[in-house]
């Protein structure tokens, strides 16, 4: 099974002027715990974790003060991707080593969807599971 077969496509994502709030709205709106920041062109250039954000309040002290502040300066810049063909388990594997809570998948430079840790390791129980 590849991540073609189980990314989320349909994502909401922020581009660099995006506020530290947009990135809370929509992490929350959609329930995800990162959010891949793109460029103009859609390709991936930072991804925003809840994590990024706590750690930044917990340095600063401060919250609301922040709001306005561009998500993207809190962001991991360059982030790990992954093309579309890529095995399930092997993404899982890396997601694991590397720390990594969202993964982009993108397919000629342009984001086409994320994966979480838990779509893949639910994918990899449904699939065990089908062929038992």
Not at 10 to 31: C, F
Not at 82 to 102: K, N, Y
Not at 103 to 110: E, H, Q, T
Not at 121 to 130: G, I, K, R, T, V
């Amino acid at each position: 099974m590849t991540l073609r077969e189980v990314l989320h496509a349909h994502i909401p994502v922020l581009d660099e002027a995006s506020t530290v709030r947009d990135a809370v709205d929509k992490m929350d709106i959609y329930q995800l715990p990162a959010l891949v920041v793109v460029d103009q062109n859609r390709a991936p250039i930072g991804v925003v974790t809840e994590g990024d954000l706590c750690r930044v309040i917990s340095q600063e002290g401060r919250l609301v003060s922040l709001s306005e502040e561009p998500a993207f300066q809190f962001a991991s810049k360059e982030p790990i991707s992954a093309r579309p063909s890529m095995e399930i388990s092997d993404a899982l594997h890396m997601m694991i080593s590397q720390g990594l809570t969202v993964l982009p998948v993108v397919d000629d430079g342009r984001l086409s969807g994320i994966v979480l840790r838990v779509d893949l390791m639910q994918s990899m129980m449904m699939d065990a599971a089908l062929k038992a």
